[in-house]
């Protein structure tokens, strides 16, 4: 867009550095203590306002096309930003009571940390993005993130890297990631590589690339 407008403008491109004000990553099974999770078996997690664009309809159907024999379930923390009943029958309809952890109710800061923790992957759905600051969040509690190809996503998720990409709207191409991030034991290879990433996604590295191009 800035080259549009103006072909010769010096410029740098830098990624948005993660989000560390949420504290450190705790143990995942004391997360889950804390969070009255069982502490043992396969659990996603999508985070943040639930507004439309955010696409939580399509993971539900997603869940409903998931292996039952895997046993994935499914934390959605956040408060509904419009349209709650929508979801509850989308829920009631598909009837995935017993494979979700609703907590729906504003979360504090302090808290954050337990939800990303908890978690064995986060997921994002979206229909639109240009951007979304819940993968800098997960970066910072090292978690690998499944998520569709729109906006900026797909170039800081780097695609059987730290993560999956999948086509928009399409709940079963998400459902297959999903099985798959379980069925090829995914989750420590992801970590591993994210851990690696995160410097580049530091706030030191950011401010010196914002002075670096000041100088130029």
């Excluded at 143990?27 to 696409?55: C, M, Q, S």
């Excluded at 986060?122 to 190809?149: C, E, W």
């Excluded at 999948?166 to 459902?175: D, G, H, I, R, S």
Aim: proline share 5%.
């Amino acid at each position: 867009d800035l080259l549009n407008l103006k072909p010769n403008a010096k410029n740098k491109i830098l990624p948005h550095p993660v989000y560390s004000n949420f504290g450190e990553p705790v143990n995942k099974e004391e997360a889950r203590k804390v969070l009255n999770l069982p502490k043992d078996g396969k659990l996603i997690l999508f985070f943040g306002f639930i507004r439309d664009y955010k696409g939580l309809d399509v993971l539900l159907e997603a869940m409903k096309m998931l292996n039952s024999e895997l046993n994935i379930k499914l934390i959605v923390a956040g408060e509904y930003y419009l349209n709650e009943e929508k979801y509850n029958k989308i829920i009631k309809a598909l009837g995935l009571q017993n494979l979700l952890y609703p907590f729906t109710d504003f979360i504090p800061t302090p808290k954050v940390k337990f939800y990303f923790s908890a978690c064995d992957a986060v997921i994002l759905p979206y229909r639109d993005a240009t951007q979304s600051g819940i993968v800098q969040i997960a970066m910072n509690f090292h978690k690998p993130v499944i998520a569709t190809n729109v906006g900026g996503l797909a170039e800081v998720i780097s695609d059987g890297s730290t993560g999956f990409i999948v086509e928009k709207e399409n709940p079963q191409k998400l459902a297959t990631a999903i099985e798959n991030f379980y069925l090829q034991n995914k989750e420590k290879q992801f970590v591993s590589n994210i851990i690696k990433e995160t410097e580049k996604y530091s706030w030191s590295t950011f401010t010196e690339g914002l002075f670096d191009l000041i100088k130029s």
